[in-house]
Each structure stands twice: as C-alpha cells, then as structure tokens.
C-alpha cells in the first residue's frame, strides 16, 4: 500500500503567518491527492483536489502543489478558524490512504 | 441535501462482530461508490474499505481484509460494514463517506462509535 508521510507532526504559528505542510508518498501517486481539515468533534472537510484544485468554497488563501511523490498544502495568511488538523490522502492506489496528519496550532 | 447517517455503534466485547449501518439521502444513492473511513480516540483517519455502486467490486485495508465486509442495498439507500474478529485497536469513531464530482470524499456522515473492550 501507498504510505504517506505528513510533516511537521506539529506546525505552530500565529494568524497572518503562511502555513506550509508536506506529504510524501512511498510511489508515485501521479496528481491523485487530496487535502481535509478537521477540526474536534466534526467530521473531516475537503479543502484540495487532484493535488491543486480547490474544493466547492474554499477560500482562495488555500492552496495545493506537486505532483508524483511530494505535495505541499500552502496557507498563505493564517486565520484563526484554521487552526486544525489537516491530513493528505490519495486514491492512486487501492487501498486508499490517508497520512497521519498534521496539527496546526496558535502559537 | 446530501445526508448520510451512521447507526450501529456499540460496545463490543473483543473477539465479537457488529454490524454498521449508514442510511443515504438526498442523492441517487445507486450511483455513487460507498466508503468507510475510521478515526481512533486522539488519533488520525484511517481509510477501512470501499464498494462500488453496484456492489460487485469491493476494496479493504490490509489489516481488515477478511475480518470486515462491506456492502450495500440499494433498494434502502443504505451501506453497511459487517465486523468480526473485533480486537481492541478496532476502537473507533467509523464514518462513512462519498464522493462528489470530484471523485474525492466530499459528503461524510457525524460517525458513529465502536467500543471494542470487555
């Protein structure tokens, strides 16, 4: 199966800063790749699809990039609903996977 | 609007099988491939298995291949996950999901939670 590898575990940064989160795969998972954020108690929100489109609403200082093995989600100015957890997924291979996920937190 | 509502969650003694239920609304049901994803108490999201829209062609994670089965009735707009062999770790809040014209899990339902301790 394809394992996916989300870094930093944890990010901390305060509002207006830029978020940058990675995710490697072990093989290649062409642009087939998506980005969720969570946040407690609710179920997981598409933000990113096929590495770099963004889902119905998302705003626009979200963002996607890579292609093959490593991916990037960007937030370029961080407000303070989103601070969360996001993790990547991909549908290249079955079984799908997700990554462990990465916490974003108010520093 | 599309709803999707998971029920069967309980307390389960390890080594024992519970059945997981997840009623569809608000679209053709018939259409669209079925999935669960499943998140431990504090931990991350692990996809569990996927079935096609007809049924015939379904997808597991290795480390519940044989023990879960996955299935729908389309007739009732329902999806279902049938677990045996239930080991502690199987400790869950189970989801389940589809897609929309994204062809990535755009609708997910509240979860429902499986307490698999004696």
């Known amino acids: 199966e394809v394992v996916l590898t989300q870094s930093p575990a944890t990010l901390s940064l305060s509002p207006g800063e830029r978020a940058t989160l990675s995710c490697r795969a072990s093989?290649?998972?062409?642009?087939?790749l998506a980005w969720f954020q969570q946040k407690p108690g609710q179920a997981p929100r598409l933000l990113i699809y096929d590495a770099s489109n963004r889902a119905t609403g998302i705003p626009a200082r979200f963002s996607g990039s890579g292609s093959g093995t490593d991916f990037t989600l960007t937030i370029s100015s961080l407000k303070p609903e989103d601070f969360a957890v996001y993790y990547c997924q991909q549908r290249s291979n079955w079984p799908y996977t997700f990554g462990q996920g990465t916490k974003l937190e108010i520093k | 609007e599309v709803q999707l509502l998971e029920s069967g969650g309980a307390l389960v003694q390890p080594g024992g099988s519970l059945r997981l239920s997840c009623a569809a609304s608000g679209f053709t049901f018939s259409n669209y491939d079925m999935s669960w994803v499943r998140q431990a108490p504090g931990k991350g999201l692990e996809w569990v298995s996927a079935?096609?829209?007809?049924?015939?062609?379904?997808y597991y994670a290795d480390s519940m291949r044989g023990r879960f089965t996955i299935s729908r009735d389309n007739s009732k707009n329902t999806l279902y996950l049938h677990m045996d062999s239930l080991r502690a770790e199987d400790t869950a809040i189970y989801y389940c999901?589809?897609?929309?014209?994204?062809?990535?899990?755009?609708?997910w339902g509240q979860g429902t939670l499986v307490t698999v301790s004696s």
């Open positions: 093989q290649s998972v062409s642009g087939s």
């Open positions: 999901a589809t897609k929309d014209s994204t062809n990535y899990y755009y609708h």
């Open positions: 079935i096609s829209t007809s049924g015939h062609s379904t």
